[in-house]
């Protein structure tokens, strides 16, 4: 099987959904951590709206930008958004689901459950950010190598 030709195919939305589902086959067949219920709550609802104020910010600007949101063709965006949110990260919306899955996690309260963030992380690097970047690189050019060089991947 080519790699490559899972580049740009399940959509990030739809990562996080499965590989929460996998956090929490992997907590229910496990042990806990040993953390009270208000913790976990507390931590989650932390990760949580942290993660759903960066993907709304994103949003914002992606919707100011009149530009495509749609992660699985990136080479349809008509505007290289670099203000707002974008200025911390060139991938504010995936910041925001890892998150998502660290808030998740920590109301499983469990150490396998973390491994999924883990992967989310390495999945989106390779089959859905390094494509995108190479889309906005071809389409942007050198405005999105300076934006490159200046702002960093996740956070």
């Not at 495509?68 to 995936?94: F, Q």
């Not at 150490?111 to 950010?129: C, D, K, S």
């Not at 200046?150 to 956070?155: E, G, I, P």
């Amino acid at each position: 099987m080519n790699l490559s030709s899972l580049e740009l195919k399940i959509p990030p939305a739809a990562q996080v959904v499965v590989i929460g589902g996998l956090m929490w086959l992997m907590a229910a067949i496990s042990r806990e951590f040993l953390l009270p219920l208000a913790v976990r709550w507390w931590a989650a609802f932390l990760f949580i709206g942290l993660g759903m104020v960066l993907i709304l910010a994103s949003v914002w600007q992606f919707r100011r930008a009149h530009t495509t949101l749609t992660p699985l063709e990136p080479d349809a965006a008509s505007a290289l958004v670099t203000s707002g949110v974008y200025r911390v990260s060139r991938n504010p919306i995936y910041a925001g689901f890892l998150l998502w899955l660290c808030g998740w996690g920590c109301y499983l309260a469990n150490p396998y459950a973390f491994i999924g963030p883990v992967i989310f992380v390495i999945y989106m690097n390779r089959f859905q950010i390094l494509p995108e970047e190479r889309a906005l690189r071809e389409r942007f050019g050198a405005e999105y190598d300076s934006y490159f060089r200046l702002v960093r991947r996740w956070l």
